[in-house]
């Protein structure tokens, strides 16, 4: 369903961004596992995304629902699909501490 309201939050933090770089993949489902693919995708925004931090460039990873109607748009091949935009930009915030669950809530250990 089109909603204007989202459409225009998206244009506004499009044009806000100093660059936005969509994350495309090129999948080979004859040869490797999606979630291969996507978890190696996955891999190189996190990469990305710690580059921006140690350049003190702000950046987030978005995946609003409009980019599974953007395949035309982006030219896409067959079995190319869109996971994403992410957002780069200048900023002057004061680093914010994140809201995090301790990782003892995340990891389970096991003895013999
Ligand atoms: C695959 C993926 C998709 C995301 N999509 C959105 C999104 O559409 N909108 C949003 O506000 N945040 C989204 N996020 C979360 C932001 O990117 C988040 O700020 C980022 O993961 C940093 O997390 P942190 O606050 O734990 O450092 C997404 C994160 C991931 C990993």
Same mark, same amino acid.
């Given at each position: 369903?089109? !909603?204007?309201? @989202?459409?225009?939050?998206?244009? $506004? @933090? *499009? ?5 936005? *770089? ?7 489902? $004859? @040869?490797? +596992? #999606?979630? &291969? #693919? *996507? %978890?190696? =995708? ?7 995304? =710690?580059?921006?931090? %140690?350049?003190?460039?702000?950046? /987030?990873?978005?995946?609003? $629902? !409009? *980019?599974?109607?953007?395949? $035309?748009? =982006? &030219? !896409?091949?067959?079995? #190319? ?5 992410? /957002?780069?930009? /200048? ?10 669950? +301790?990782?003892?809530?995340?990891? @389970?250990?096991? #003895?013999?």
């Amino acid at each position: 369903m089109f !909603l204007q309201k @989202k459409h225009d939050s998206i244009t $506004d @933090k *499009i044009d806000k961004a100093s660059c936005v *770089i969509v994350l495309n993949a090129q999948l080979h489902p $004859d @040869k490797v +596992p #999606e979630w &291969e #693919e *996507i %978890a190696a =995708l996955a891999c190189a925004v996190q990469n990305m995304a =710690l580059t921006a931090e %140690a350049l003190n460039v702000g950046a /987030y990873w978005s995946s609003p $629902d !409009l *980019i599974a109607g953007l395949s $035309d748009f =982006l &030219e !896409l091949s067959v079995n #190319e699909k869109c996971f994403g935009l992410f /957002y780069l930009g /200048y900023h002057k915030e004061e680093p914010r501490s994140a809201t995090r669950t +301790p990782t003892a809530t995340k990891v @389970k250990w096991m #003895e013999d």
